[in-house]
């Protein structure tokens, strides 16, 4: 398993951009699909954006469609997630995790574990 640390939220205005990071410890890092995940109290987990082990490939959620990119660096064990064009909506805690094997393709966080502690980001506006 990996353990993961996000870090790169904070407070930033409607229409800009913040780009989030997650370390990860552990050699086996460049052998897992990775995803973000974000959460805003008193409601579920959702899905935000996933990458394979190798950064071809990508998915995201609909509402972050054009504005996310999600990328990773497997020689610095890290994944990101570059947050352009925010909304108020996108206020949350956002947290990376390690997709189990065999599940690529899915937005369910059931699919996920090894989860980060999370980073607040704030729209204001």
């Known amino acids: 398993q990996v353990q993961l640390v996000e870090s790169g939220g904070g407070l930033v205005q409607v229409g800009g951009s913040l780009k989030l990071s997650c370390a990860a410890s552990?050699?086996?890092?460049?052998?897992?699909?990775m995803g973000w995940f974000r959460q805003v109290p008193g409601k579920e987990r959702t899905f935000v954006a996933a990458?394979?082990?190798?950064?071809?490939?990508?998915y995201y959620a609909d509402s972050v469609k054009g504005r996310f990119t999600i990328s990773r660096d497997n020689a610095k064990n890290t994944v990101y997630l570059q947050m352009n064009s925010l909304k108020p909506e996108d206020t949350a805690v956002y947290y990376c995790?390690?997709?189990?094997?065999?599940?690529?393709?899915?937005?369910?966080?059931?699919?996920?574990?090894?989860w980060g502690q999370g980073t607040q980001v704030t729209v204001s506006s």
């Open positions: 995790a390690a997709q189990a094997p065999g599940h690529w393709g899915t937005k369910a966080q059931v699919d996920f574990r090894s």
């Open positions: 552990g050699r086996t890092f460049s052998s897992y699909h």
């Open positions: 990458i394979n082990f190798s950064g071809a490939s990508t």
